[in-house]
């Protein structure tokens, strides 16, 4: 999909939208800051225009403090979220310097941090319970250290929950997007899979 060079990050992105629906409640940011990016999947409860339009509003929050930590973003997304259908997400913050990635999630955005290395174990994001814009219980970011060719997945809901079954780390993120979502679609939910390879 597209390369950001400053932290060397190779994204793909695939979404599907619930038929009948005009909007896909499932939204992601990808936004540059000084030392690394910013990534996030989020997605609107339920789906719709008011799924679409409080995923917006997380979105924009997102976008305008790329730099933050994760735990007052989020709850910053909280706050301004109420009102609204609320959203659940995951986000992780790519730090280049320290070749590391700190992420946190609430709610039921799956993911996963996987390496080529064959003696590596994927890494899964411990998701906190809440729904932000409703409740929002403690927040865990957790930060790993990330080396190149690790690669970032983050699914919704409307993903089946083995998605990371059988997959083949040597495609590009679009084409390992693009396969998960083909495969493992429910197709009774938007949906949406974020793939963010790093390069190093």
């Known amino acids: 999909m597209e390369t950001m060079n400053q932290i060397a990050l190779d994204l793909g992105v695939a979404t599907l939208t619930l038929p009948g629906q005009e909007e896909c409640g499932d939204r992601y940011v990808v936004v540059p800051f000084s030392d690394g990016v910013l990534v996030a999947a989020v997605d609107g409860i339920g789906h719709g225009a008011e799924a679409a339009r409080a995923a917006e509003i997380a ?21 301004e979220l109420r009102g609204t259908r609320g959203v659940v997400m995951s986000v992780a913050s790519f730090n280049h310097p320290e070749m590391a990635l700190t992420w946190a999630g609430v709610g039921n955005v799956e993911g996963k941090l996987l390496s080529r290395d064959a003696l590596s174990q994927p890494r899964t994001l ?13 927040i865990h970011p957790t930060v790993l250290p ?19 079954q059988h997959m083949n780390l040597n495609q590009s993120p679009q084409h390992l997007a693009d396969d998960i979502m083909a495969r493992s679609a429910r197709h009774t939910d938007d949906a949406l899979v974020l793939v ?3 390069l190093g």
């Open 196 to 198: 963010g390879r790093y």
């Open 59 to 79: 979105g924009n929050i997102l976008k305008s403090r790329p730099h933050e930590a994760l735990e007052p973003l989020i709850k910053r997304c909280h706050d």
């Open 126 to 138: 411990l998701l906190s319970v809440g729904i932000l814009g409703h409740r929002l219980g403690p």
């Open 146 to 164: 990330i080396k190149a060719g690790d690669t970032l997945i983050f699914s919704t809901d409307g993903v089946r929950e083995d998605f990371d």
